[in-house]
């Protein structure tokens, strides 16, 4: 079946615009995640949704970012007023459930944006 | 804060070589992930250990969970060529959430 995907898988803007990332997670999965790779800090976590649940939303680092998962599927993270140290590889990734280590999160191929 | 320290972070090695790869942290973790990334994928999970002490074998590759749960390492046999990419180990956190260690970019030359 058909993975993770994200778009666009590049995107390049201008300091101080918005923008919209989107992820498509695998049907079914209830838990959905969003991660920011960067060369200087590695890969972070920034906010999860499991179901109709309140997202934590504790790895986010500022306000100028927010995320929405619409319908249980689709999520779209934005961020508002970029700045040149938001250009990293978002990465998307879903899971089946949110209990038990044994649960893989998939991860999708990730989304590079570069702010000018 | 949890965090896990990954070291090396840079190996290059010839085909055949063995190498070793660790994963520290001061906080213990309920489970912990190894995984690999590729240059534009996203990391694909290789092993979950969560018992301390357990030690598991997928091929060439060994892993190993302390008996505190907070340090790892990943050992590979005789590197190959296919081996080359960049390791990741992870804690999971509440929720699933992943605390990632900074990686350890392996190159393996024939």
């Known amino acids: 079946g058909a993975g993770v995907s994200q778009s666009p898988s590049n995107k390049v803007t201008e300091k101080g615009k918005d923008v919209e990332l989107r992820c498509d997670p695998i049907?079914?999965?209830?838990?959905l995640y969003w991660y920011r790779q960067s060369l200087g800090q590695g890969l972070e976590f920034l906010i999860y949704f499991q179901g109709n649940s309140a997202p934590d939303k504790s790895g986010l680092p500022s306000d100028r970012f927010s995320a929405e998962r619409t319908g249980g599927s689709v999520s779209t993270l934005t961020i508002q007023r970029t700045q040149q140290e938001d250009s990293a590889v978002y990465l998307c990734?879903?899971?089946?459930?949110?209990?038990?280590?044994?649960?893989?999160?998939?991860f999708g191929p990730g989304t590079r944006l570069t702010v000018t | 804060t949890q965090l896990l320290e990954q070291s090396p972070q840079f190996l290059s090695i010839q085909e055949g070589e063995n190498l070793t790869v660790y994963c520290n942290s001061s906080s213990v973790f309920s489970s912990l992930q190894w995984y690999r990334q590729e240059p534009g994928e996203g990391p694909v999970l290789l092993v979950t250990v969560v018992t301390g002490g357990e030690v598991k074998k997928l091929k060439r590759l060994t892993f190993q969970f302390g008996d505190a749960r907070k340090d790892s390492s990943l050992h590979i046999t005789a590197a190959q060529p296919g081996d080359t990419g960049l390791y990741l180990c992870?804690?999971?956190?509440?929720?699933?959430?992943?605390?990632f260690g900074q990686g350890t970019e392996l190159s393996v030359k024939p």
């Open positions: 990734a879903s899971r089946l459930g949110h209990r038990g280590p044994a649960y893989e999160q998939y």
């Open positions: 992870a804690g999971v956190g509440w929720g699933g959430k992943l605390i």
């Open positions: 049907s079914g999965h209830t838990a």
